[in-house]
C-alpha cells in the first residue's frame, strides 16, 4: 500500500472569503483572543477548572491586572472563594455587575482600556454579537478575554454559599 504526503498549503483569508481587516496590524495579533467556557453555573468541578487557570493568569510576568467581573450577588462569596485559593492576589482586580449586559460592557471597557492582560468575565447570556465585542476591545487594549457562561441546568443548582465553601476544598 503506498501513502503520499500532503504538502500543508498556506491560504490567506482573502482568499477563502474572509475579510482581513486593514486596520488590525500582525503586532495586534498578538492579542485579542477570546475564549470561552461553557460549564454548569455554579458547578465545582467547573470552578476546580477554572481555578488552575486563574492562578496561572495572576503569575504572568504582564505588570497589568487580571481582572475578574463577576455578578454583585456574589461578591462575598467569591471574594471568600478567591482568599481560599493559592492566586497571587496583588495582580487581581474584581469588579461587579449586576446583570449580563453590564458585565459585558464593562469587560469590553476593562479590556480596551489596556489596563488588564486578561479579563476574566461570566456572562451568562454572551451572544456572538457580545463575543465579537469582546474581541475587538481585546485587540484596542492589547489584552485578552475569557468569557464564562453557565449552561442552563435542567435541575436546581446548590446554593452559592455551600458552593463555595466546600469547591475544591483542599
Not at 505588570?63 to 462575598?76: C, E, K, M, N, Q
Not at 476574566?120 to 489584552?143: H, P, T, Y
Amino acid at each position: 500500500m503506498m501513502y503520499s504526503m500532503i504538502q500543508p498549503q498556506t491560504l490567506h483569508p482573502h482568499e477563502i472569503g474572509l475579510p482581513q481587516p486593514s486596520d488590525i496590524t500582525q503586532q495586534d495579533r498578538l492579542y485579542g483572543h477570546v475564549n470561552e467556557v461553557i460549564a454548569p453555573a455554579f458547578s465545582s468541578l467547573s470552578i476546580c477548572l477554572i481555578t488552575p487557570i486563574l492562578s496561572q493568569l495572576t503569575r504572568n510576568h504582564d505588570d497589568r491586572w487580571l481582572t475578574l467581573i463577576a455578578s454583585s450577588v456574589f461578591t462575598g462569596e467569591i471574594s471568600h472563594w478567591l482568599k481560599n485559593t493559592d492566586l497571587n492576589t496583588n495582580k487581581l482586580l474584581m469588579l461587579t455587575a449586576d446583570r449580563s449586559e453590564q458585565a459585558l460592557s464593562l469587560a469590553c471597557r476593562a479590556l480596551s482600556s489596556g489596563n488588564s492582560h486578561t479579563v476574566v468575565a461570566w456572562i451568562n447570556d454572551l451572544s456572538e454579537q457580545g463575543l465579537e465585542k469582546l474581541e475587538q476591545a481585546a485587540i484596542l487594549g492589547k489584552s485578552d478575554a475569557l468569557a464564562i457562561r453557565g449552561r442552563k441546568a435542567t435541575t436546581q443548582q446548590p446554593a452559592i454559599p455551600e458552593f463555595f465553601s466546600a469547591a475544591c476544598a483542599r
